[in-house]
């Protein structure tokens, strides 16, 4: 079974601090897309990582994946009350086509 | 971004019963369709992948019998539950990709309360 680990799977923290999410696997993923899912809609696309290394920024989120391309990073600047969300990474994995979710991070940005 | 549009948003059926739900890409034709189940406070769960004209792969755990999925064009594809019970209340969430592309676009989800 392949497996997505994202962690943390909930984090609060002060306005206008720094914070790292994380998703790992032990296998290689073809693509991995990072979403945000507020509640009783279904997840938005941030980003799409496809190639090892790869860095994308959105604003103040930057995005990374691993040169191995089994492993990825959110990291937000400056947090703001607005990032509070459930933040997903979600992975194709090499040979595979079905898009697999981590845990989630549920994320909370306090004034 | 690309659209897609699930329908309803939210239904209430009586235990026993049926019910259909629809995924539609409004701008793209999805070769490929994913249908996800969320509990509370939870990640999403693949339950089913479906490719337009052909039958439905499950996810180990999911009845097929239960959840029958049909993906009949390149813009629709439809979950029904049958002959619902209380614990299949959920949020269910389909997603779609167009053919070469890696990106899925997802549906607004279903919430589903069984009574």
């Known amino acids: 079974t392949q497996l997505l680990e994202q962690s943390p799977q909930f984090l609060s923290i002060q306005e206008g601090e720094n914070l790292t999410v994380y998703c790992n696997s032990s296998?290689?993923?073809?693509?991995l897309q990072w979403y945000r899912q507020e509640p009783g809609e279904g997840p938005v696309l941030l980003v799409t990582?496809?190639?090892?290394?790869e860095v994308k920024k959105l604003k103040r989120l930057t995005f990374q994946f691993g040169d191995a391309r089994k492993d990825s990073s959110l990291h937000i600047t400056a947090a703001q009350t607005g990032d509070t969300g459930l933040y997903l990474c979600?992975?194709?994995?090499?040979?595979?086509?079905?898009?697999?979710f981590g845990q989630g991070t549920r994320l909370t940005i306090n004034p | 971004g690309a659209v897609v549009s699930q329908h309803p948003s939210w239904v209430i059926c009586k235990s026993g019963t049926s019910v259909k739900i629809e995924c539609r890409s409004l701008d793209f034709q999805a070769t490929t369709m994913f249908w996800y189940r969320q509990f509370p406070k939870q990640s999403l769960m693949l339950m089913a992948t479906?490719?337009?004209?052909?039958?439905?792969?499950?996810e180990q755990g999911v009845e097929k019998d239960k959840f029958l999925i049909n993906h009949a064009s390149l813009t629709l594809s439809t979950l029904t539950v049958t002959s619902a019970h209380p614990e299949d209340s959920s949020f269910y969430i389909c997603?779609?990709?167009?053919?070469?592309?890696?990106?899925?676009?997802f549906g607004q989800g279903t919430r589903l309360t069984v009574v």
């Open positions: 990582v496809v190639t090892g290394g």
């Open positions: 997603s779609a990709r167009s053919p070469g592309n890696t990106e899925a676009f």
């Open positions: 296998s290689v993923f073809s693509s």
């Open positions: 479906s490719n337009e004209g052909s039958k439905a792969t499950y």
């Open positions: 979600a992975g194709v994995f090499w040979g595979s086509q079905k898009l697999v």
